[in-house]
């Protein structure tokens, strides 16, 4: 994995910091980055999520993260889609986690939006990653 894909990045930090049983973690912003953080807030995966507001270009994401029974409510977070090939899938295509219990996270033309949401919307797009 190379520094260029920083969304596998923050996924590996994700997964890293809820197995350390770390409350919170923080990795450099960008719009990607905070888009894919709101899918996982508004599917329960993660707690409040901040953009620090700091002066210069350089700004940090703060990711609270979220446990239950002390066990990180992200059990497996996983990149599918990498620069290096990229997958898609249409609407109709949508793949299942863990017989629904999971959630796909996709970039579609109407943003970065779970699989659940595109399926509803009818429109496909780059499989981002799986989180169950």
Do not use: H
């Not at 980055?33 to 507001?53: N, R």
């Not at 210069?56 to 446990?67: R, S």
């Not at 249409?90 to 986690?97: C, M």
């Amino acid at each position: 994995m190379s520094m260029q894909d920083s969304i596998s990045n923050m996924i590996v930090q994700i997964k890293n910091a809820g197995m350390a049983g770390l409350k919170e973690i923080i990795v450099p912003n960008s719009k990607m980055k905070a888009s894919i953080a709101e899918v996982l807030k508004e599917e329960g995966y993660i707690g409040e999520f901040s953009v620090e507001t700091k002066k210069g270009p350089a700004k940090n994401l703060l990711i609270k993260l979220k446990y239950y029974n002390k066990k990180p409510v992200i059990d497996g977070i996983e990149r599918v889609s990498r620069p290096s090939c990229r997958i898609y899938c249409s609407s109709t295509e949508i793949p299942k986690i863990r017989n629904g219990l999971g959630t796909v996270i996709l970039s579609t033309p109407n943003g970065i939006i779970s699989g659940r949401k595109a399926a509803a919307q009818k429109v496909g797009g780059e499989i981002l990653c799986y989180v169950w």
